[in-house]
């Protein structure tokens, strides 16, 4: 191991996994709330990982902890039979709200995910 750690060294890579691992152990993941202010069920995903997607019942909040990134995943329509995906990358610490999106005239089950605090 040491020989090893000895040539590794000198491609200064050791101190790189070191700070690597350091990050991990010390942080490497984010906590936040998402809270379904819509009359519809939500579909979504968190980092990719949950299989089948969650859904955000109407008024419910769930506070998350996100290990590889806090990236959502949702369904921006709420009509059943219809799905519409949408990313969006969350803050650590971030409250977030799933809203009615007024901003398209006419469809009135067009949702969007709303950072609130």
């Known amino acids: 191991m040491s020989n090893n750690q000895d040539i590794l060294q000198g491609f200064g ?8 691992a350091g990050e991990t ?3 490497g993941y984010e906590v936040f709330t998402v809270t379904n202010k819509t009359a519809y069920n939500v579909s979504y995903y968190i980092d990719g990982r949950i299989t089948p997607a ?3 019942k109407p008024g419910v909040s769930a506070v998350w902890t996100a290990y590889s990134g806090g990236i959502i995943k949702f ?3 709420a009509r059943a039979g219809y799905t ?3 990313s969006s990358d969350l803050v650590n610490g971030g409250k977030y ?3 009615n999106n007024n ?4 469809n ?3 949702i969007d995910l709303y950072k609130v605090g």
């Open 13 to 20: 890579l050791v101190e790189e996994l070191d700070e690597q």
């Open 25 to 27: 152990i010390t942080g």
């Open 54 to 56: 969650q859904y955000a």
């Open 75 to 77: 369904d921006t329509d």
């Open 84 to 86: 519409k995906y949408k």
């Open 97 to 99: 709200q799933f809203q």
């Open 103 to 106: 901003s398209t005239p006419g």
């Open 108 to 110: 009135p089950y067009d």
